[in-house]
């Protein structure tokens, strides 16, 4: 079964642009959630959909931003970048058990110049 | 504020010898940790979970204590390998609060196992 896919890889943008990140979750899951990896602040909880509705949410800014399709395929963007967005984002699928384990993709390299 | 603290921000130890990472948590509605390790250019991957009605939870060569009354977990590794060398994240969830999906992470643990 193919894992979590997370496009693009790596990217590179400035200041005050935006960015579209995306995730295809394992078959048969439809639970998406995306954390934010950085140095200083380790692996932090930015939102959940489930059926295509955000059930959780993080303490970010409106600047970021998700969604997710019929297909359980979850998209994030964040708006007028800003130098401290640099991280890497990561997406993970759940099969929504009560105790289910996520299971992470190898995540989206963003910086920001 | 920092729910979940992984106060040691590395550890070596010697192949074959004991791994012991520490984790310590401060939210009394945490019911379930987890274990991952993550190894460089690769996502997270689950390794070990124990709910809070337990007190031990065993796998192979990983073991994690829970000590409810201290807000302290442990995942024992042992035989420590080689392969081990990793980075080792302590996750905690409320499923009680049904966001079993919500993980608060803790900075991570580098383990280095010398050969």
């Known amino acids: 079964k193919a894992g979590v896919t997370q496009t693009p890889r790596y990217l590179i943008k400035t200041r005050g642009q935006q960015v579209t990140l995306s995730c295809s979750p394992i078959?048969?899951?439809?639970?998406v959630s995306w954390y934010q990896q950085t140095p200083g602040q380790g692996l932090q909880f930015l939102f959940e959909?489930?059926?295509?509705?955000?059930?959780n949410k993080g303490n970010f800014p409106g600047r970021f931003s998700g969604r997710q399709f019929s297909n359980s395929r979850s998209e994030m963007n964040v708006s007028t970048l800003e130098l401290g967005d640099s991280a890497l984002y990561l997406c993970a699928s759940s099969d929504n058990r009560v105790t289910g384990e996520l299971f992470f993709g190898e995540g989206s390299r963003l910086t920001v110049l | 504020d920092q729910q979940v603290k992984q106060n040691s921000p590395s550890l070596s130890v010697q192949e074959g010898r004991i791994s012991i990472l520490n984790c310590d948590y401060t939210?009394?509605?945490?019911?379930?940790f987890l274990w991952y390790k993550k190894y460089p250019a690769e996502g997270p991957t689950f390794l070990i979970s124990i709910s809070s009605i337990k007190d031990k939870n065993e796998d192979g060569r990983f073991t994690v204590f829970l000590n409810k009354s201290a807000k302290h977990l442990s995942l024992h590794i042992v035989p420590s390998q080689p392969g081990d060398s990793a980075v080792y994240f302590c996750a905690a969830s409320g499923l009680s609060t049904g966001a079993n999906s919500k993980l608060t992470f803790g900075k991570g643990i580098t383990l280095s196992v010398r050969p």
């Open positions: 939210n009394s509605m945490f019911d379930y």
């Open positions: 078959s048969g899951h439809r639970s």
């Open positions: 959909y489930f059926s295509e509705t955000q059930r």
